[in-house]
């Protein structure tokens, strides 16, 4: 018999635009990670242009600016995360946590086919 899961995304907006969610978190871990954005799109197997789109429109939306970047040279540029970004991806983990352990406690419901009643 075919069973319903609860599934769940989420994402924080401003002014109804995209600003942060799982994709971008990991984008942005990446980076912290490796302190450059080019070793994080290897690392996560994104193109530059992907990445690069995806922190220009962050960097748009937010009042704060998202990296602190050095640019390339004989060491090589590189990119680590401003303290306010730094802030953000905590409360959005913190948020996450809370979304998962509230979907945890709905996974006790009964979505069962055989258990739900429809009224004609």
């Not at 992907?50 to 939306?61: P, R, V």
Request: charged fraction near 25%; glycine fraction near 8%.
């Amino acid at each position: 018999m075919s069973t319903i899961s609860i599934r769940n995304k989420v994402w924080l907006e401003i002014d109804g635009q995209p600003l942060l969610g799982d994709g971008r978190a990991r984008l942005l871990r990446a980076i912290a990670d490796t302190g450059s954005i080019n070793a994080a799109c290897e690392q996560l197997k994104i193109s530059y242009r992907k990445a690069w789109a995806q922190l220009q429109e962050m960097e748009k939306l937010a009042p704060f600016s998202i990296l602190k970047r050095s640019k390339g040279g004989k060491g090589g540029g590189g990119a680590e995360l401003t303290a306010e970004t730094q802030a953000l991806l905590a409360k959005f983990a913190e948020l996450r946590d809370v979304v998962t352990a509230k979907l945890t406690d709905c996974q006790q419901l009964d979505f069962s086919l055989t258990s739900l009643e429809i009224e004609h």
